[in-house]
C-alpha cells in the first residue's frame, strides 16, 4: 500500500478523533487508530470500546488498498512538530513495516494487524432516527453538559437525556441539585421517543459539531447510537435505564419573580461567593422593594461580604441560599441580557429563565435551595 496524504488534514483528522481513545484500554489496539484505505479515500477510527468516532480524508496517488493499526501516540507527537507538507505514507502488506516520507526525513515503525480491531455491532430492529441541525445539536449539548451527574449509583443521572417529541426536543440534565430543560421547537420527530448520552460522547460530540453547519442524523436502538454528520460517525454505547420524571420536580405558580440584569448579577456572585465557606459556597439573596443583596460569610476565618443590584421586584420580602458556584454554572449558561429568577419559598427550588429566549428555544434552569443559619 502506497498513498500521498497533506500532513495538516491528516493531523487535524486524527486530533479531532483521538480524544475517544481512554488512558488504559483493555484491549491493547484500542491504543491505536485504524486506517483503512479504499480509492483515494482514507478512513480513519479511534474506539475506546463504548465509544468509536470515524472520520475521512482524501489522498493521492493510492496504490493497493488494506487495514491496518498504528500506535496513536507513535503518530501524532512528530505529525503535531511538523509544517504543513505532503507526507508519503508506504506500507508493507507482509509484515506492516511503515515508512513516513516527508520533505527532509523519514519515519519508520511497524503497524499493526487491522483485522483484530473490533467491530462494531449493527442497530437492532427498533430503529429510531432523527435530523438535527448540527448548531441545534451543539448548543443542547453545552448548555446542558454542566449538570449532569457523576453518580455510580444513578447511571442514568450521567447523561444528557434526548426527550423526543413530534413537534421538539428537549435536552434535559440534572444531578440532583441542579436541572437543565431546554427545549427546541425546530427538530420535528415523526414518533416519540427518548435515550440518554453519556458524557464522554457529549463532550466529543461538543468538539466535532463546532466545525459542523449541515444536518446531523441520529440514528439509535436500545442499545447504541449512530451520529453521522459532513466529516464524522460517532457510534456509542447509550445509558440504559429509565431517567426521572424531570417535569414533576419543576415547582409551578411561583408567587415571587425578579428579573435581575445577568452580568451585574454574574459578577456580583463571582465577588461575593470568594467570601463564603469554602465547604459549602453558600450565598444569601435578601430581596426587598427592586433591590437584591447578595450576601456571604465564612465566620470560620471572620470574612464577609455583600453587595446591593437594582432589580425588578414587588412584594415581600424573601431570603433564599443558594450554592455559588451551581449559581454561578446557570448564569455562564444563559445568554439573555436579563434573567429572570421564580421563587416560592425558600425550601423550594428556584427558576432561573432568560428574560427573553432565542428563537425556537424554551429554556429553564432550576436550582436546589441551600439552609440559611439565620
Known sequence: MRFDVSSTALLSRLQSISKVIASKNSLPILDSFLFNLEGNKLTMTASDSETRLVTSVDVMNAQGSGVFAVSAKILLEPLKELPEQPLTFDVNDDNLEIFIHFQNGKYNFIGQKGDTYPQQKPLGQNVVSILVDAQTLLNGISRSIFATADDELRPVMNGIYFDIHPDNLTFVASDGHKLVRLR??????SEKASF????KPANLLKAVLAKESEMVTIKFDDNNAYINCTNFEMV?????????NYNSVIPQNNPHKVIIDRLSFLNALKRVSVFSNPASSLVKLQLKENQMKVSAQDIDFSTAAEELIACQFTGVELS???????????????????VVVELADPSRAGLIIPAENEENEDLLMLLMPMMLND
Open 320 to 338: 433564599i441560599g443558594f450554592k455559588a458556584t451551581y449559581l454561578i454554572e446557570i448564569l455562564n449558561n444563559i445568554n439573555s441580557t436579563e
Open 196 to 199: 440518554i448520552l453519556p458524557k
Open 184 to 189: 427546541n421547537l425546530s427538530v420535528k420527530s
Open 236 to 244: 456509542c454505547r447509550l445509558i440504559e435505564g429509565r431517567f426521572p
